[in-house]
């Protein structure tokens, strides 16, 4: 059930998140994108266990994040979560392939099928960024549980300033699958910058410029 929440949103706060809110972190992103087209069709939502496989994903999507120090982002509003975002950095090497003990645990988890349409979907993306050296925008997702109108646009334009402090970032992409959420990221200044197909989903790819090349 889903609370509206009464807040004043210069009193919430975004930081890293610690290692005992990465089960809360995965629970809010599973069911954020549970019925995410490109998820629904590598996870094989019409088939058994899609439940199953998808939660393993998305636990060792963001066990990898925290085990090579990439940005897990919280926002709270005291103690409650109100948002989650992981960001990988320029230098992470995760464009492209990815570590041999990340795979094995997806074939373990997910599936051969599912790994590697995540992995065809990732060499993808990056082949059709507009920079060479950029933060990606993996995931975003709400907490269901609370709804503020604005504490979304708030907690993007925070993942902004933290890209704006890299100075190797020449910005920050995402992968859009559903064009409802293009508005969201439209008044943020992200571009779309190309449409990328997989199968039967096909998606936006956007990009926003690090500040300081704007300003430049």
Known sequence: MTSNISLDLSKCRIEQLNAEQLRQASSILYSAYHDDPLFMQIFQADKPDFEARLRAAIREEIATFWDKQQPVLGMFFEEQLLGVACLTKPDAGFQGERLWHWRLKMLLTAGYLSSRQMLEKEKKVHEAMPAASYHMLAFIARNPAYYHPD???????????????????EGVGVFVTLDKYLPFFHQDQYQVVGQLDFQKVSGKLLFRKRQQLQES
Request: charged letters at 10%.
């Open 151 to 169: 504490a979304m646009s708030h907690f993007l334009n925070a993942i902004d300033y933290w890209v704006d402090q890299h100075p190797l970032s």
